[in-house]
């Protein structure tokens, strides 16, 4: 079973300031990891994924993310948010076989400060 | 290509009234299927999994119920809702673990 730990529920944070929004997971298995963004009244899209290879994954809207094994995280990060960056955040884990559950954070809510 | 069906996308109904929430997905086989509820303050809770038809896990006790009658088809269901039932309700789906979570676009539900 896979376990996901979103510690922050709220990050305020001015604009053009940078972000790092923080994800810990707990498996037992090889996983992939995900990012993922909800904008009000919406459901949720994919940010980045990360699967294999280059432990820094770069995704839409100039997010990036860095896997680390050792610490079981991936923390998603951005130079310079913007007033559209203000959403809330999701990081998942999945299994690497096939039909796997995928298992979300409680979501971390980014707000930008003009 | 896959796509994910959930309706309506708002409902206000009053308290003790029954609820169905259908959720439908096309251009795939077999996949998981995924009940999430957000209320206010309360982050994103998994309520039911599904692996198959009729094949229902709950995940937290409530006054909330799932089904699976075909593959590609997940209910929602409470045959008296209470307040506490507000929020915002997302049906999601998976096949491979490379692919992640597809969402639909939700179901916003004011119970009055």
């Known amino acids: 079973a896979q376990s996901v730990t979103q510690l922050d529920s709220q990050v305020p944070v001015f604009e053009e300031a940078p972000v790092e929004l923080r994800c810990n997971y707990s498996s037992s298995v090889s996983v992939y990891l995900f990012w993922y963004v909800q904008y009000p009244n919406q459901g949720l899209q994919l940010l980045l994924k990360y699967l294999s290879g280059s432990t820094l994954v770069k995704g839409i809207n100039g997010f990036e993310a860095e896997f680390n094994k050792s610490q079981t995280s991936f923390h998603l990060r951005k130079p310079s948010v913007h007033i559209s960056d203000t959403a809330e955040y999701f990081c998942?884990?999945?299994?690497?076989?096939?039909?796997?559950?995928?298992?979300f954070g409680t979501g971390t809510k980014l707000q930008v400060i003009p | 290509s896959q796509t994910i069906h959930q309706w309506p996308a708002t409902l206000v109904q009053p308290v003790g009234s029954p609820l169905s929430l259908e959720c439908t997905v096309e251009g795939t086989s077999n996949p998981n299927l995924y009940w999430y509820r957000q209320a206010a303050g309360r982050g994103l809770q998994l309520l039911f999994y599904?692996?198959?038809?009729?094949?229902i896990s709950s995940e937290v006790p409530q006054n909330l119920s799932a089904s699976r009658p075909q593959d590609r088809q997940f209910i929602l269901s409470s045959k008296k809702l209470l307040l506490s039932d507000s929020g915002f309700y997302l049906c999601a789906w998976s096949v491979r673990g490379d692919e992640g979570a597809f969402f639909g676009q939700g179901t916003r539900l004011t119970v009055v």
């Open positions: 998942a884990v999945s299994g690497t076989g096939g039909y796997q559950k995928v298992t």
């Open positions: 599904s692996v198959g038809i009729g094949q």
